[in-house]
């Protein structure tokens, strides 16, 4: 299948306590371009999904939006100083008697509580391992999401490109249904020019051939329009076969221009001239629609 540079996917999923949201939007690059944004805490996973994304991304300027939500803070954990408790109810149990009470009082939790240090709210550790797997499954889904969009756009400028490639078709053979004859309005010009200057001399018939043979073969455009032919046939197989072939179509759009180029300065026929015009256009936005494919 055939992709487009061009698209946006998104992965969404929650797990206990926290949802992550993974998002990809891709524009046109020569090469492969990518990266993640995301929080620093898990920079460490950057490596693996960027290797991730090289393995179903051929080319594009690919950015990457990780965003990751915690729930009911089940990321915190409360951490009570046990001996340091302990401590501070000797120390309170000291000064009681210091202060010549008789009957020792009871402290309550809450009492300690408001000590200093007793209690301590902490993030809790996390497993490193685990957390890249889920950032790695929720990419997996963002890829998959961006890739349908990617697909269901090649197709569409594949369409667009093979319709384009028919009227090119249709206009070479126009081309060369025309082409022989340019030779015949050109031997009648020949023709009726020597009649013009020579009047009543004979006109020598054997000069009127060689001169007709010898424009002929300057204005011989077999070659190129087969090689034109053998370029659309190709176009059409790359385009079959899928894959990322933007590259490969790049430089056969080349060798359109080419022997279009080459056609358009042999002939000095307007009826071709027109077509070959024609024909340049349609490759034009052939190239365009090419530079939008992986």
Excluded: W
């Amino acid at each position: 299948m055939v992709k487009s540079m061009t698209g946006y996917g998104r992965g969404e999923q929650s797990f206990e306590g926290l949802q992550i949201i993974v998002e990809l939007r891709a524009v046109n690059n020569r090469y492969l371009d990518c990266t993640v944004k995301m929080p620093r805490a898990y920079i460490f996973t950057e490596d693996a999904m960027k290797s991730k994304i090289q393995s179903g991304v051929a080319r594009g300027k690919v950015d990457v939006f990780v965003t990751i939500t915690r729930f009911g803070g089940d990321d915190m954990v409360v951490t009570i100083n046990e001996e340091l408790a302990k401590s501070y109810i000797d120390a309170l149990y000291k000064l009681h008697d210091l202060g010549g009470g008789k009957v020792r009082r009871e402290y309550y939790p809450t009492d300690l509580a408001r000590f200093p240090d007793v209690l301590t709210v902490e993030k809790r550790e996390e497993d490193l391992d685990e957390m890249k797997q889920r950032l790695l499954t929720v990419l997996d889904l963002a890829i998959a999401d961006f890739n349908s969009m990617r697909e269901r756009e090649g197709e569409r400028l594949i369409a667009d490109i093979l319709g384009r490639a028919e009227t090119v078709e249709a206009l070479l053979g126009e081309v060369e249904e025309r082409s022989p004859q340019t030779v015949a309005d050109y031997r009648a010009r020949l023709e009726g020019k020597m009649r013009e200057v020579l009047q009543n001399t004979q006109i020598d018939e054997g000069r009127l051939l060689t001169e007709a043979a010898i424009f002929a073969d300057k204005v011989a455009v077999d070659e190129e329009t087969v090689r034109l032919h053998s370029h659309l046939g190709q176009l059409r197989e790359l385009l079959s076969a899928g894959g990322a072939v933007g590259r490969k179509l790049d430089f056969l759009i080349q060798e359109f221009n080419r022997e279009i180029n080459t056609i358009g300065s042999k002939c000095s026929d307007l009826e071709i001239t027109r077509r070959v015009v024609d024909m340049k256009a349609e490759i034009e936005k052939i190239r365009e629609q090419v530079q939008n494919l992986e």
